[in-house]
């Protein structure tokens, strides 16, 4: 019953979960525009995470 729970959540759940939060206009897709800032934010995350560790 358990293992069947975690199968009812699609492999692909955690990168659809991204993309709706990067479609800033909502029409479905990832343009260029949200894919900067989705660089934008692995930059600084980046950054951030160097900084902490160093
Ligand atoms: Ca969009």
């Known amino acids: 019953?358990?293992?069947d729970g975690h199968r009812?959540?699609?492999r692909g759940w955690?990168?659809?979960k991204?993309?709706?939060d990067l479609d800033e206009n909502g029409d479905g897709e990832?343009?260029?525009q949200e894919f900067v800032v989705l660089v934008a934010t692995l930059?600084?995350?980046c950054n951030t995470f160097f900084w902490e560790n160093a």
Do not use: C
């Open 18 to 20: 991204i993309m709706q």
């Open 8 to 10: 009812e959540r699609p």
């Open 14 to 16: 955690a990168v659809e």
């Open 43 to 45: 930059t600084v995350a």
């Open 1 to 3: 019953r358990i293992r």
């Open 30 to 32: 990832v343009d260029f």
